[in-house]
Each structure stands twice: as C-alpha cells, then as structure tokens.
C-alpha cells in the first residue's frame, strides 16, 4: 500500500483528500479568499487540509494555551516524491516581509505535521526522507511574482515567498 493510501484509509477526509484535477483552488476561510494551483501534467494529489481545526479538536490539552504552529495546507505528489508545504497570506507587501520569520516557522511546522500524520499511518516512517520538500508562502495579490528578496535556503530547505492569486507547482523545478 502506497503512503497516499494508508494516509486516506487512516486519517478522516475532512483533513486529507486526493485530488487528480490539474487546479486546485485553496481556501483561506478565516479572511475569505482563495488561491488557485495549478499542478502540470497528470499528478495524483493528496492535500491535508484544516490543519488548525485539527488542532483544536484532537488537541484539547492545548485550549488556552500554547497551541502548536502550523501551515495552511501540505501538498504531496507521491509519484514525483514531492511534498509542498503552503502558507497563504492575504498582506500588504510590507507586512508580509515583516511577518518572514513568523512565516518561515508556520511552514517548518508542515513538516512536523506531516511527520505526526505519517507516524500515525504507517509503520515506514522514514519515507518521508526520500522526498523533496518546498516551503511556499503564497500572498494573495493580483501580480504573480516571486519576491526573490525573500526566498532563501536554510538547512537543505527552500523557502519562498509568493505574490499572486495563481500558483504553477512546475515554477519549482
């Protein structure tokens, strides 16, 4: 069994799906927008989703108090060993610069989400390391455009920072 199917068959729908369409549209619920991917050729998808309300529900011994970081979404395109791991913004360009560390701590937080979900799913917990991870802040605006002054890799990792309404998964290669 594939790492797409026992995270399907072992974690409720309404924080993992599969998805074979080439747009996703990803939803910021709270500030009531979108951001469309688009992902290139005909990938199997499998994205976790409400992270956060995952938190509040499983995590109640945190209510109050601290509650873990997260990301918005993690994308994984298991035949291309590929994980995204996405932030959305809706800031100005300033404020968005200014929030680069509190960003960059949401998106490392994917990463430990993803291995919790993975712990709890299978018992080869080490596939995960035979990925390429991308770490993707995506800020709503209408200009697509990589903020190049921002995106920098840190520990083997890639982080970059995003304006546009669209997004093309390919720009990463």
Not at 42 to 54: A, G, W
Not at 107 to 113: Q, R, V
Request: with cysteine.
């Amino acid at each position: 069994m594939t790492l797409s199917q026992k995270l399907l068959n072992n974690i409720n729908s309404r924080y993992v799906s599969q998805s074979t369409t080439r747009d996703i549209i990803l939803r910021e619920t709270k500030k009531n927008y979108s951001v469309t991917i688009r992902i290139s050729g005909n990938s199997n998808v499998i994205l976790i989703k409400n992270i956060e309300d995952l938190k509040q529900r499983y995590l109640p011994y945190t209510y109050g108090r601290f509650m873990p970081k997260d990301c918005d979404y993690i994308l994984i395109r298991e035949d291309k060993k590929e994980i995204f791991f996405l932030e959305l913004k809706s800031e100005s360009a300033k404020r968005f610069k200014q929030q680069k560390d509190e960003i960059i701590s949401q998106l490392y937080s994917g990463e430990e989400w993803i291995k919790h979900l993975i712990f709890c799913s299978v018992s080869d917990f080490c596939q995960i390391d035979d990925y390429k991870k991308y770490f993707i802040a995506i800020n709503k605006k209408s200009m697509n455009k990589c903020i190049t002054e921002l995106t920098y890799e840190e520990n083997g990792r890639k982080f970059t920072f995003w304006n546009g309404c669209t997004f093309n998964l390919s720009q990463f290669k």
